[in-house]
């Protein structure tokens, strides 16, 4: 993969959109001979990305780069290469085990049930030491032990701490449903149960606050729903920090933590400014992908785009693409879509919307679309455009550079 070290200055890129007629003139000149449909990621908004993504951090905290979120083992060492970055946030045990090949700092950010991986881990001293498990109860403590026995190095383990916001005495739960450890009791008495039981070591904490992080405070044309939500957000991180520093305290009097993780792209100077907090797991600010079309307090530059082609002209205004169905994961809703970016102008039909085979697109710009034309979208999701495609092309300035092969151009499927 080629890897060219100089950046598009940022005045290419327009203030409100992070899109610019001139950036985006170059992207469709230097893959005009692509036959779509392919991905594409702008290295030079991806290396501005990752440089934003650093400055927002403060203090002494680092950057976990979340896997998931860029799902191409060359972007990933990419920006882990960068300062300020120290460690991967993988989602699964063989995906960890995987990039452990190349990364001495290897958490997953979800329990494991794998059997077989955690066999391969336990077998593997090198793995053992690059590799942290997630465990959320003794449970998972038992599992580890029945599925590969006693005789193993001590495997390292992070607690997850839920940081959802419950109200009312929980009858109201904002966030995800994650860990079941909640106050810092129950953080304390894990981690004495960790601690005492052989085979393990507790090196770190975890807690990822999705209502803030992964929720955006600007939502289109909605905003009463926004200002509800960013009340919600700033009673949310109140909370959190009080109670997140309380159930560090109450765990490392059991014992020494090496690092304590939290927040995401969307909370990073929120969550960093919390004084236990040591790192931040963030990657989906590389892409930036749609969904972060609606945050106020920072606007990432597009990075990733996929482009399909004009197939029909069903009418004089409207111009219909090959497929187009790449929705997002998550609630049912109009902003899990991909988002038309080039040409300008163009929008979805309210029926069809993003289709399997089709997607009709409307505006004064599909008037002069031909067939055979390339429309060019964002994933609303950073990650999850590489389950589309097995090749990202990678341009810089005006021409195309490299490639880099998703996990599923690797022959990997991890998430």
Not at 33 to 40: D, G, N
Not at 109 to 122: K, V
Not at 398 to 405: D, F, H, L, P
Request: with cysteine.
């Amino acid at each position: 993969m080629s890897t060219p070290a100089t950046s598009t200055p940022d005045k290419v890129w327009a203030a409100v959109s992070g899109l610019s007629e001139v950036r985006m003139t170059h992207l469709a000149k230097a893959t005009e001979h692509l036959e779509p449909p392919f991905a594409v990621v702008d290295l030079d908004a991806f290396d501005l990305n990752a440089a934003d993504l650093a400055r927002r951090t403060s203090g002494n905290a680092t950057i976990r780069l979340a896997s998931k979120s860029v799902r191409s083992r060359d972007l990933i060492r990419r920006a882990a290469e960068r300062p300020r970055y120290h460690g991967i946030l993988a989602f699964t045990l063989p995906e960890a085990l995987w990039l452990a090949e190349d990364h001495d700092d290897v958490v997953i950010g979800y329990p494991t049930t794998d059997r077989e991986a955690l066999r391969r881990l336990a077998a593997d001293d090198r793995a053992a030491e690059r590799v942290t498990l997630m465990i959320d109860s003794v449970g998972h403590l038992d599992f580890v032990d029945d599925a590969v026995g006693p005789q193993r190095p001590d495997l390292r383990v992070c607690i997850d701490l839920d940081a959802s916001l419950e109200l009312f005495g929980g009858r109201i739960h904002l966030g995800p449903y994650r860990s079941p450890v909640h106050t810092p009791r129950q953080a304390a008495e894990l981690a004495r149960a960790i601690t005492e039981r052989a085979g393990f070591r507790l090196v770190g904490v975890m807690s990822y606050e999705g209502q803030i992080a992964g929720l955006g405070d600007n939502p289109l044309g909605s905003p009463i729903q926004g200002v509800l939500r960013r009340a919600m957000q700033r009673l949310s991180a109140s909370e959190l920090a009080e109670r997140r520093a309380a159930a560090i305290a109450a765990v490392e009097n059991v014992a020494p933590l090496e690092f304590v993780n939290g927040g995401g792209t969307g909370s990073i100077e929120q969550t960093a400014a919390e004084h236990v907090i040591t790192e931040i797991g963030a990657g989906s600010g590389l892409y930036g992908p749609g969904l972060f079309d609606h945050y106020r307090r920072f606007r990432p530059r597009p990075a990733a785009f996929f482009v399909l082609p004009v197939v029909r002209r069903p009418t004089a205004k409207i111009a219909t693409l090959l497929g187009g169905g790449w929705v997002a994961s998550g609630p049912v809703g109009t902003d899990r879509l991909p988002t038309l970016s080039w040409p300008q102008g163009l929008k979805l039909t309210p029926l069809e919307g993003a289709g399997e085979v089709q997607t009709p697109v409307l505006g004064e710009a599909a008037h002069g679309l031909r067939l055979g034309d390339h429309v060019w979208l964002r994933h609303a999701k950073a990650g999850e455009l590489c389950e589309r495609v097995n090749t990202l092309h990678l341009v810089s300035g005006s021409a195309v550079v490299g490639q880099a092969r998703t996990y599923r151009g690797e022959g990997h499927a991890f998430l």
